[in-house]
């Protein structure tokens, strides 16, 4: 096995949800991390606690699938199944994520978050809120992924 492999093997999740259920009595309805009812844990440095030997291969990466979609309009048409966060990008890092799954397209003269056809907010915002987490807590690193959905002119690839 190659280290290629092995962080590979430690991104495995990144496909997964990071919309947590807290456990419910049968007669409860489910409570959504973000929401005013969901008690939230403060895991925004984890990573300084993990022993300094340990490997990076060896730590699961907890990560977020469409991490900044929460910037998508409730309003926007298909936003019911284009929005699959309900946490900004900064509450995400918070809770413990330290992978991100960034998707973008060219809107105007601007990067925006996509999921497919609909359209978030700016790009620059997203990565001022990484920017304002990492200043916060300085021990912490995350890894963001940017995925292009759609074709950009050639300026917009340069900004």
Known sequence: MNAADCLCSALALNCCQF?????????????????SSYPTNNNNDWM?????????????????HNSA????????????????QNLTVHQQLNEGARYLDVRICGHKDDIVISHGIVKGGKLSDVVDEVGAFLCDNPKEFVIVEIKDETPMTSSQKHQ
């Open 19 to 35: 919309a947590f259920l807290s456990q419910k009595k049968k007669s409860s309805p489910p409570r959504y991390i973000g929401s």
């Open 48 to 64: 300084s606690k993990l022993d300094a030997n340990k490997k990076l291969r060896d730590v699961v990466i907890p990560g977020t």
């Open 69 to 84: 979609s929460s910037t998508i309009s409730k309003w926007a048409l298909f936003s019911g199944v284009a929005a699959c």
